[in-house]
């Protein structure tokens, strides 16, 4: 898969470095995924949820964090929409990032 920003997920760890090594966990891992559809998803990270839109949420280092990405599975492209604390997750809507 390809990953559409790096850049979010080293700004985020410099603001929070207790994520560093679960977010570049997260980016390995996706950018070795071959995913054709959710079901591929949930192989690599069984804690995925689907909130419509072609958007998906991750729970990062134990669920501490969130990450909102848009998956494009014809175009294997992902798109980082979202990075936060559980709690700034609970504040957003999802539907407008």
Not at 27 to 44: C, L
Not at 67 to 92: E, N, P, Q
């Amino acid at each position: 898969m390809r990953i559409v920003t790096f850049a979010k997920i080293k700004e985020f760890a410099e603001k929070y470095p207790n994520s560093e090594i679960a977010l570049r966990d997260w980016y390995f891992k996706t950018k070795r995924g071959e995913w054709e559809n959710i079901s591929d998803v949930k192989k690599t990270f069984n804690s995925i949820d689907y909130i419509g839109n072609n958007r998906y949420v991750f729970n990062i280092k134990g669920n501490d964090f969130r990450l909102v990405a848009i998956i494009i599975f014809k175009s294997k492209k992902v798109y980082i929409r979202f990075i936060g604390t559980h709690s700034a997750y609970d504040k957003i809507d999802c539907s407008n990032i």
